[in-house]
């Protein structure tokens, strides 16, 4: 209705109810009193009048008189509850009252509370009753989720059609993300509030909601950081929390036992256990404890990634020492520990790697006990390909089922994932894969190349370095940082093991017999003295073959210690070798000179002068000289390992 008007003409134009609307209006500021009375006299003259009904609740509503608007609300519901202008009413009461839109959130809280029981009911099973605007179907079942919060007495009678209209909203609008809105409110407001509430059967709808909640918190888990404590604890707000609550809830609504271990306060060694009793205690039916399995195997196999690849700290690659015995025979030479023997170091000191590897060695506990016979490993990939779960979708996922072949030696499985040289995790674990199926090519390009991207990487943040392996480190496990220093020297490591191998296989005759040692001598001077214990062997392989070529000895030999070795060769009567190690070979110098008498103790003077010379880089950076051996001479090193 219009604002009053002072017009005869348009006074003389209204009819009985307008006229006195009109006169309630005008004295709507000055005098509340006599506004009342207009309002009373209209009420009773057109008591089932919907016009005037509405006007005098907008009347008392615009002067804030909460009790009278109150009843003026209950006729209008009483009289005309189907009208569009009631129902309008009540869709705006209903947002400002349950989501706190507009800015009359306090006007319609008051009118809620201070109206009749019986209003209050009809406004809430008014709501709870309708299907919502296409337009605005979020907001309205936020509202119904608020108030059957708020009034749980109504959640047995609308909980399973709130379940099902959503349930069926996220398939056909949604079919392809499981992050869209309805799936949120299904599995984020709407189970947790509801099955406590219900108690009809209807397990096949709540498990169909169960894989809908799981694959919506592991992919919603990708976009957060790691969820757990350093020492396993879980935040109840976290995607994981939210879903170890949910399945506690399903687990009691199915009447499943074991689902009290999900419980905020369980240890995660203590939900293992149990599980593992869950299991011996199921005959038939293996859902049960696969399903609640599934749900601790993904935490600790999403947390193990993101802790170690993810949390903003050092990140770690899951490696495997390359191990060789030169005692034991070629055919057995790589020695491989079976998974059970396989123990994994973390760097000391660090609550973090701890944590990362307590989440990993739950991780394959869980996969084993999954996979441990025929029926469990049948209903859990079946249970993972229902809930839309792989290694695709899930990027952690793959990064889990990658160390997981490092750790139980499914070395193929590894070099069949399309190589990635952006990751250093990749390179080294291709380089352990292909080392242990005898293709040591691949293996050394793969350590060359990670190597190489060495000074990407972070600085070690302890002040001790970094240790090389040792041979009581050979085939063993290791998270290993992915620091310029630890990366560099396991690589080195492993390629000196790679050498060995090949050097190991070769004959006395054999054309890379010398290239072998001497590049084998290169890379000994790293972290000297930690590899001192392996140049007296190769010294000795010289001395035996009493003849060593090796022309780029001066451009990467600057160790000191090294070079008074090979000095006390060259003019050590007892050890007869001859050193051909001059940049030009000697041959070529002979050939080269006029006269050939005495050209021998010519060139035992150039190479004298060229050890002497030599000292004067022994303060050079054996690092940055490593990293130049390994860009320049990668064909020769790689071309040497042809049998």
């Given at each position: 209705?219009?604002?009053?008007?002072?017009?005869?003409?348009?006074?003389v134009?209204?009819?009985?109810?307008?006229?006195?609307?009109?006169?309630?209006?005008?004295?709507?500021?000055?005098?509340?009193?006599?506004?009342?009375?207009?309002?009373?006299?209209?009420?009773?003259?057109?008591?089932?009048?919907?016009?005037?009904?509405?006007?005098?609740?907008?009347?008392?509503?615009e002067?804030?008189?909460?009790?009278?608007?109150?009843?003026?609300?209950?006729?209008?519901?009483?009289?005309?509850?189907?009208?569009?202008?009631?129902r309008?009413?009540?869709?705006?009461?209903?947002?400002?009252?349950?989501?706190?839109?507009?800015?009359?959130?306090?006007?319609?809280?008051?009118?809620?509370y201070?109206?009749?029981?019986?209003?209050?009911?009809?406004?809430?099973?008014?709501?709870?009753?309708?299907s919502?605007?296409?337009?605005?179907?979020?907001?309205?079942?936020?509202?119904?989720?608020?108030?059957?919060?708020?009034?749980?007495?109504?959640?047995?009678?609308?909980?399973?059609?709130?379940?099902?209209?959503?349930?069926?909203?996220?398939?056909?609008?949604?079919?392809h993300?499981?992050?869209?809105?309805?799936?949120?409110?299904?599995?984020?407001?709407?189970?947790?509030?509801?099955?406590?509430?219900?108690?009809?059967?209807?397990?096949?709808?709540?498990?169909?909601?169960?894989q809908?909640?799981?694959?919506?918190?592991?992919?919603?888990?990708?976009l957060?950081?790691?969820?757990?404590?350093?020492?396993?604890?879980?935040?109840?707000?976290?995607?994981?929390?939210?879903?170890?609550?949910?399945?506690?809830?399903?687990?009691?609504?199915?009447?499943?036992?074991?689902?009290?271990?999900?419980?905020?306060?369980?240890?995660?060694?203590?939900?293992?256990?149990?599980?593992?009793?869950?299991?011996?205690?199921?005959?038939?039916?293996?859902?049960?404890?696969?399903?609640?399995?599934?749900?601790?195997?993904?935490?600790?196999?999403?947390?193990?990634?993101?802790?170690?690849?993810?949390?903003?700290?050092?990140?770690?690659?899951?490696?495997?020492?390359?191990?060789?015995?030169?005692?034991?025979?070629?055919?057995?030479?790589?020695?491989?520990?079976?998974?059970?023997?396989?123990?994994?170091?973390?760097?000391?000191?660090?609550?973090?790697?701890?944590?990362?590897?307590?989440?990993?060695?739950?991780?394959?506990?869980?996969?084993?006990?999954?996979?441990?016979?025929?029926?469990?490993?049948?209903?859990?990939?079946?249970?993972?390909?229902?809930?839309?779960?792989?290694?695709?979708?899930?990027?952690?996922?793959?990064?889990?089922?990658?160390?997981?072949?490092?750790?139980?030696?499914n070395?193929?499985?590894?070099?069949?994932?399309?190589?990635?040289?952006?990751?250093?995790?990749?390179?080294?674990?291709?380089?352990?894969?292909?080392?242990?199926?005898?293709?040591?090519?691949?293996?050394?390009?793969?350590?060359?190349?990670?190597?190489?991207?060495?000074?990407?990487?972070?600085?070690?943040?302890?002040?001790?370095?970094?240790?090389?392996?040792?041979?009581?480190?050979?085939?063993?496990?290791?998270?290993?940082?992915?620091?310029?220093?630890?990366?560099?020297?396991?690589?080195?490591?492993?390629?000196?093991?790679?050498?060995?191998?090949?050097?190991?296989?070769?004959?006395?005759?054999?054309?890379?017999?010398?290239?072998?040692?001497?590049?084998?001598?290169?890379?000994s001077?790293?972290g000297?003295?930690?590899?001192?214990?392996?140049?007296?062997?190769?010294?000795?392989?010289?001395?035996?073959?009493?003849?060593?070529?090796?022309?780029?000895?001066?451009?990467?030999?600057?160790?000191?210690?090294?070079?008074?070795?090979?000095?006390?060769?060259?003019?050590?009567?007892?050890?007869?070798?001859?050193l051909?190690?001059?940049?030009?070979?000697?041959?070529?110098?002979?050939?080269?000179?006029?006269?050939?008498?005495?050209?021998?103790?010519?060139?035992?003077?150039?190479?004298?002068?060229?050890?002497?010379?030599?000292?004067?880089?022994?303060?050079?950076?054996?690092?940055?000289?490593?990293?130049?051996?390994?860009?320049?001479?990668?064909?020769?090193?790689?071309?040497?390992?042809?049998?």
């Amino acid at each position: 209705m219009a604002a009053p008007s002072s017009d005869p003409v348009d006074v003389v134009a209204m009819n009985d109810s307008e006229y006195i609307l009109d006169k309630a209006y005008s004295c709507l500021k000055s005098s509340r009193y006599e506004c009342l009375s207009w309002t009373l006299t209209a009420k009773s003259l057109f008591p089932n009048d919907l016009n005037v009904l509405f006007h005098v609740f907008l009347i008392h509503k615009e002067s804030c008189n909460i009790s009278e608007s109150a009843k003026s609300l209950q006729e209008l519901l009483a009289k005309f509850p189907n009208e569009e202008r009631v129902r309008s009413l009540l869709s705006t009461i209903s947002g400002d009252l349950f989501e706190g839109n507009g800015n009359e959130n306090n006007f319609y809280q008051k009118l809620f509370y201070s109206a009749p029981k019986d209003v209050q009911e009809s406004l809430i099973l008014f709501i709870l009753n309708q299907s919502g605007d296409a337009d605005d179907l979020l907001s309205h079942y936020r509202s119904k989720i608020l108030i059957l919060r708020k009034y749980p007495q109504h959640i047995e009678k609308f909980g399973e059609e709130l379940i099902e209209t959503l349930l069926t909203l996220d398939k056909h609008g949604h079919t392809h993300n499981p992050l869209n809105p309805y799936r949120s409110l299904l599995v984020h407001d709407v189970l947790p509030l509801v099955l406590p509430h219900i108690s009809t059967d209807n397990s096949s709808k709540v498990i169909k909601c169960f894989q809908k909640a799981v694959e919506y918190y592991c992919v919603s888990s990708s976009l957060v950081k790691a969820e757990g404590t350093e020492k396993g604890g879980l935040s109840p707000d976290s995607p994981f929390g939210r879903l170890f609550e949910l399945t506690r809830i399903i687990c009691d609504y199915l009447g499943w036992r074991g689902g009290e271990c999900f419980q905020a306060n369980s240890s995660p060694e203590t939900r293992y256990q149990r599980l593992v009793l869950r299991k011996e205690e199921c005959n038939e039916d293996l859902r049960p404890f696969v399903f609640m399995a599934v749900v601790a195997l993904l935490f600790h196999v999403r947390e193990y990634v993101f802790l170690k690849a993810y949390s903003g700290r050092v990140q770690f690659a899951l490696v495997r020492h390359l191990s060789f015995d030169p005692v034991r025979s070629s055919t057995i030479k790589r020695i491989r520990l079976s998974p059970s023997e396989s123990a994994i170091v973390c760097p000391s000191g660090s609550e973090h790697s701890k944590s990362v590897l307590l989440n990993f060695k739950l991780s394959v506990r869980y996969w084993n006990l999954l996979n441990s016979t025929s029926e469990p490993q049948e209903e859990f990939h079946r249970l993972l390909q229902q809930c839309k779960l792989d290694a695709q979708r899930l990027p952690w996922l793959h990064q889990f089922e990658m160390d997981r072949h490092i750790y139980q030696e499914n070395y193929n499985e590894i070099l069949e994932v399309e190589r990635n040289l952006e990751h250093h995790s990749h390179c080294l674990q291709t380089a352990c894969a292909a080392y242990y199926l005898d293709d040591v090519k691949m293996a050394v390009e793969n350590l060359i190349d990670s190597a190489l991207k060495c000074r990407k990487l972070p600085a070690d943040s302890s002040s001790g370095e970094s240790k090389l392996e040792s041979d009581s480190d050979k085939g063993r496990l290791e998270l290993l940082p992915l620091t310029r220093q630890a990366v560099m020297s396991y690589c080195v490591g492993s390629l000196v093991t790679c050498l060995r191998v090949r050097f190991h296989e070769s004959t006395s005759s054999s054309e890379n017999r010398d290239v072998l040692l001497g590049h084998l001598v290169v890379l000994s001077q790293f972290g000297w003295p930690k590899m001192e214990a392996l140049f007296p062997s190769l010294i000795q392989e010289i001395r035996a073959s009493r003849k060593f070529t090796y022309n780029l000895f001066f451009s990467y030999i600057i160790n000191m210690d090294m070079l008074e070795e090979f000095a006390f060769l060259r003019h050590s009567d007892a050890a007869k070798v001859e050193l051909d190690i001059l940049q030009q070979s000697t041959e070529i110098i002979a050939r080269s000179r006029t006269f050939t008498r005495g050209v021998n103790r010519e060139v035992n003077e150039d190479l004298k002068l060229a050890l002497q010379e030599q000292t004067n880089r022994s303060g050079e950076n054996v690092v940055d000289l490593i990293i130049s051996f390994l860009s320049k001479e990668k064909e020769s090193i790689v071309s040497s390992l042809l049998k």
